[in-house]
């Protein structure tokens, strides 16, 4: 574990400068604004937190290695948890003494943030910022793209903060009060009436095929794969006798989601992190589309299914595919696979930053987000349009669609990102269901 925070914080000194705590989009700030003021009389975060009434988990801070990433002179922000949280959750004094250093340091790395970031600077913000804890996942063969670097770099715990009037969110969940929170010299502590849970260690593919619930979501997906592999073998053996083998359609055609969603194996046995948002339907969001079965569905495909085309001019097949191609783009990926493809970078040319827990999915927030852009391509906006319930629920529905939105029921915090569990289909505009 010291060799983690030993890594964590030499890669922290070299990237300072472009990660930490940040918006999901950077904007400069108006002309004129103050500069934050830095009272000289601050004390540091660990004098600041050894006078503070949070002691157990100063307790579990003195016990691990931390004191000397926060004694460098780089800016943090600590998640504190209270006492009563502490010891609701079973940390009491007895147990932290007995607590081994790699434990202590886990814990505390998990609450400590890269950068500091002020309630000002969170109440300014309209949508969640993302903040890096110095906390690696265990697992060294996870890898996420660094933000603006090129290469893989180890996978970092993430929260994502934001203010709502006097209360701290942390992944959409109210965890204390702003007015609690104690500056220091060197950044920021946020005192958490709640233990921050670490999130489900599965892709987006494993958490949902193990879960019930969504069950024909993951079969109908599947199915409509085999459907297309076996028309687009076919039609290239019957067109040129050339066989391209199981899924030899991953050239840009067509995104395959299991093995992009499931972590598989890339560069030398690195597994290739994608964090982002998805929205899952349950059985039910299929059954009030009128599918009772899965085989409901594939008769739907087999309906509307695009013709099968060998172009002899271009010596390859046309675009084609079925209606749950569509519907299910929305649900994996923000419709990303319904939009023309870039000839140098496929489907996901661009892609921009898409991690939204429920309160940032808002019209005022996202309505004209970019969710693609490229200087090859036609940048891609939202496709989506929210709302809220009479209880304060998320809605979410394609723009101009006349179907009934879909309610988020649920968040699925996993470590690729948020899965929503939605009520309904999201379906295009008079899109046929029948």
């Known amino acids: ?236 053996i019957e067109a040129i006798d050339f066989d391209p083998g199981e899924f030899g359609w991953l050239d840009s055609k067509r995104t395959n989601y299991k093995p992009r969603f499931i972590m598989e194996p890339v560069f030398g046995g690195d597994r290739h992190l994608e964090i982002t948002t998805m929205f899952a339907p349950t059985n039910e969001a299929f059954h009030r589309a009128g599918f009772n079965t899965v085989e409901d569905v594939m008769a739907w495909n087999e309906k509307y299914a695009t013709p099968t085309i060998f172009d002899y001019d271009l010596y390859d097949i046309l675009p084609f595919g079925f209606p749950a191609d569509t519907v299910l783009a929305y649900h994996w990926d923000f419709g990303r696979d319904n939009v023309p493809a870039s000839y140098l970078y496929g489907k996901n040319y661009g892609a921009r930053p898409t991690v939204f827990y429920a309160n940032d999915l808002r019209d005022d927030y996202l309505a004209n987000y970019t969710v693609n852009s490229d200087p090859q391509a036609t940048s891609y906006i939202m496709p989506f349009s929210f709302g809220r319930t009479p209880d304060g629920k998320p809605t979410v529905k394609i723009k101009g669609s006349n179907a009934a939105p879909a309610t988020v029921i649920e968040t699925i915090n996993t470590i690729m990102g948020p899965i929503h569990v939605v009520d309904r289909l999201l379906i295009p505009n008079n899109y046929k269901m029948k």
């Open 1 to 236: 574990m010291k060799y983690y925070l030993q890594y964590g914080l030499m890669t922290w000194l070299l990237l300072s400068g472009i990660i930490g705590c940040k918006k999901v989009e950077f904007t400069l700030p108006p002309e004129g604004a103050k500069i934050p003021y830095v009272d000289p009389n601050y004390k540091t975060l660990e004098e600041v937190l050894k006078a503070s009434p949070y002691q157990l988990f100063l307790k579990v801070y003195q016990r691990s290695n931390m004191d000397s990433v926060l004694k460098v002179k780089s800016l943090y922000t600590l998640l504190v948890p209270t006492d009563a949280t502490m010891q609701a959750a079973g940390y009491t004094a007895a147990k932290i003494a007995a607590m081994t250093r790699e434990n202590a340091d886990t814990l505390v790395a998990f609450y400590t943030l890269r950068g500091s970031l002020s309630k000002e600077q969170l109440k300014m913000s309209i949508a969640n910022r993302e903040c890096i804890s110095l906390l690696a996942n265990p697992d060294p063969s996870f890898k996420v793209w660094p933000v603006r670097l090129y290469g893989l770099d180890r996978v970092y715990y993430r929260h994502y903060l934001i203010a709502s009037e006097d209360s701290l969110l942390i992944n959409a969940v109210p965890v204390g009060a702003l007015k609690n929170a104690l500056p220091a010299a060197n950044g920021y502590i946020y005192p958490l009436d709640k233990l921050l849970p670490r999130p489900l260690e599965k892709s987006f593919w494993d958490a949902l095929e193990e879960d019930p619930r969504f069950s024909m979501f993951i079969q109908v997906q599947q199915e409509t794969d085999k459907m297309f592999n076996k028309r687009y073998r076919d039609k290239l």
